[in-house]
Nanobody
Framework: QVHLQESGGGLAQAGGSLTLSCAAS????????MGWWHQTPENRREFVAA????????EYGYNAQDRFTISRDHAKNTMSLQMNSLKPEDTGIYFC??????????????????WGQGIQVTVTR
């Protein structure tokens, strides 16, 4: 079992920056990757970014490419998402998620086994 807790987020102006963090506890050694997902106000869940837990290799969704940076601190069991050049369409709830076992497709929401509670990000014009 893995428990995830997001922090950070809040309110930002367009063009500004925010940092999200996710603290993982439990059987973190079994996670092949972790990721961030964005639930829009229209209730779409979109892939933001993922990071391979051991190698640190990263994947980005098309909305996050060139604006967001995902990172992890293996020793502290934390993952972060640095969000720059924010746009109003980045508004929504951001979820931290983790996979377990031998999963190997971080772009699919069904390929994650554990989810945080989510944290609100609001970007104003």
């Amino acid at each position: 079992q893995v428990h995830l807790q997001e922090s950070g987020g809040g309110l930002a102006q367009a063009g500004g920056s925010l940092t999200l963090s996710c603290a993982a506890s439990g059987r973190t050694s079994t996670m092949p990757y972790m990721g961030w997902w964005h639930q829009t106000p229209e209730n779409r869940r979109e892939f933001v970014a993922a990071i391979r837990w051991n190698s640190g290799n990263t994947e980005y969704g098309y909305n996050a490419q060139d604006r967001f940076t995902i990172s992890r601190d293996h020793a502290k069991n934390t993952m972060s998402l640095q969000m720059n050049s924010l746009k109003p369409e980045d508004t929504g709830i951001y979820f931290c998620a983790a996979a377990a076992g031998f999963r190997d497709y971080p772009w699919g929401a069904d390929e994650y086994d554990y989810w945080g509670q989510g944290i609100q990000v609001t970007v104003t014009r």
